[in-house]
């Protein structure tokens, strides 16, 4: 017997403190500037090129991001540091990423009207996990009290969220669980180096959560999960380099490969059309025309690159109200860009409508997942 899977509330978490453009460019502003007095011999010579400086206009027209939430703000706009903070927390407290997993899921479970103890499966998936074990999902699940059922941590980067859920669809459709928590806690600002004109301004903090149960739990209420698709293929074009195996290897610790660092351009040039072909694929597959979705809750990543893919997807340009934004306020907060969007527009649907996820990333990784409201 196959059992239906349907996508009952979403939750999210939100850092109290946001860091403007404005704000973050005259940190990197003073910073470079220090720099480039520091090294003027060095620079004059040809010996080292000097460090741009930025613009609040720069970052928006380069990315359409105003604004980000951060789980640490003065340490990140203190020109001396520009980096999060987060103190070290001791064995007997709840750890950060897992904290804000669960202030995530406690917002989804409220929405759904459920009790943690509903929950048979909680999955962590997100870009960065905080330690190799135990397992993140492990903790949410026993801080949420649930004492009952597993988790596990997955990393896809950016797609996380989606391959998240493609994995509770399928716990769903086998009857391993009837209720699955998908978290995906996201603190991108520790990853990201400030000091990169380029990129300083990519990223943000936040935690978002996916209840995924099976039909008869649900009366009548959420979304039908339809499909899901994934697809990887491999690129150095995205890459951040951290991991256990750096201590094993001294010389490379400090360097900036052990950040965020990308290959923009050709992100930008060879993701829309993987992505964008994606998409198609899977609505034939279903037998749907895309022209029967009413709205793309896509991964918000650059506004230029979503308006691109969106219209290659209906064929026409698409409004924000088709392709909701969210990176103005929050910028690129990974695995949980696209689930931000869903959660914050699609109180108008009404039953039959249709709508898709879709999450792109280093990887390459991409998911698409089809949603009919009930």
Same mark, same amino acid.
């Not at 050709?266 to 994606?278: G, N, T």
């Given at each position: ?190 990853? !990201? ?6 990129? @300083? ?5 936040? #935690?978002?959560? *996916? +209840?995924? /149960? ?93 308006? !691109? ?6 064929? @026409? ?5 088709? #392709?909701?934004? *969210? +990176?103005? /306020? ?45």
């Amino acid at each position: 017997m196959q059992h239906n899977a349907v996508l009952s509330a979403t939750g999210l978490w939100t850092p109290s403190q946001s860091i403007s453009n404005e704000e973050l460019v005259h940190s990197y502003n003073t910073w470079a500037n220090q720099w480039n007095a520091e090294h003027a011999a060095a620079i004059e010579k040809g010996e080292v090129e000097a460090k741009p400086l930025s613009s609040a206009a720069f970052i928006e027209k380069a990315s359409g991001i105003k604004s980000r939430y951060v789980v640490s703000k003065d340490p990140i706009l203190d020109p001396a540091i520009m980096a999060p903070r987060i103190p070290e927390r001791p064995n007997e407290e709840i750890s950060i990423l897992a904290e804000i997993a669960v202030g995530a899921a406690k917002d989804a479970l409220q929405n759904a009207g459920r009790d943690a103890n509903d929950v048979d499966a909680v999955l962590v998936a997100c870009s960065n996990l905080q330690r190799g074990y135990p397992a993140i999902s492990v903790e949410v699940q026993d801080a949420l009290g649930i004492d009952h059922g597993f988790g596990y941590d997955m990393n896809v980067a950016c797609s996380s969220a989606t391959f998240g859920l493609a994995t509770a669809q399928s716990m769903i459709v086998s009857g391993q669980a009837k209720s699955v928590l998908v978290c995906n806690p996201e603190i991108c600002s520790g990853h !990201l180096n400030f000091r990169d004109r380029d990129s @300083h301004f990519i990223f943000g903090d936040v #935690a978002t959560a *996916i +209840l995924v /149960e099976e039909e008869s739990r649900v009366n009548g209420a959420g979304y039908d999960i339809l499909g899901t698709k994934l697809k990887t293929q491999f690129s150095n074009n995205i890459r951040n380099n951290f991991g256990f195996l750096n201590r094993a290897a001294p010389e490379g610790i400090g360097k900036d490969d052990k950040l965020f660092v990308q290959e923009g351009r050709k992100v930008f040039r060879e993701v829309v059309p993987l992505v964008a072909s994606m998409i198609a694929e899977h609505m034939a597959e279903l037998e749907l025309e895309p022209s029967q979705l009413k709205r793309l809750w896509l991964h918000q990543a650059n506004l230029s690159m979503n308006q !691109l893919i969106a219209k290659r997807v209906m064929g @026409h340009e698409v409004s924000e109200e088709d #392709a909701p934004v *969210i +990176l103005d /306020e929050y910028a690129n907060t990974s695995s949980a860009g696209s689930i931000i969007a869903f959660h914050k527009h699609h109180d108008d649907f009404t039953s039959g409508d249709l709508g898709l996820i879709c999450s792109f990333g280093a990887g390459y990784s991409a998911g698409t997942v089809v949603l009919k409201k009930r």
